[in-house]
């Protein structure tokens, strides 16, 4: 049974930064690219940031690109999201993705709150 679980979201002031992470199991993680999307209150779930299976070339979007980055340990089955300089607009549920071919499964969600 596939199993993602995020942590590592939380309250933080703009201008700081926060590291996610999902751990994963049930799965050969290293044979899934892994993706980080979010959603914020009224607003469509949209993709953040994505990693193929053994590292290589990553996409960002680009309200991220330079303050966010993505990577994976494929020895602890665990994908990160490292956040910094954060914007209140920032503020949304951090979910996991994981997806090979045509299979896809989501975590359940990490609340980011960035506010002063």
């Known amino acids: 049974q596939v199993q993602l679980v995020e942590s590592g979201g939380g309250l933080v002031q703009p201008g700081g930064s926060l590291r996610l992470s999902c751990a994963a199991s049930g799965f050969t993680f290293s044979s899934y690219a892994m993706s980080w999307y979010r959603q914020a209150p009224g607003k469509e779930r949209e993709l953040v940031a994505a990693?193929?299976?053994?590292?290589?070339?990553?996409n960002y979007a680009d309200s991220v690109k330079g303050r966010f980055t993505i990577s994976r340990d494929n020895a602890k089955n665990t994908v990160y999201l490292q956040m910094n300089s954060l914007k209140p607009e920032d503020t949304a549920v951090y979910y996991c993705?994981?997806?090979?071919?045509?299979?896809?499964?989501w975590g359940q969600g990490t609340q980011v709150t960035v506010s002063s």
């Open positions: 990693i193929p299976t053994f590292g290589g070339s990553r």
């Open positions: 993705y994981a997806t090979r071919g045509l299979l896809g499964s």
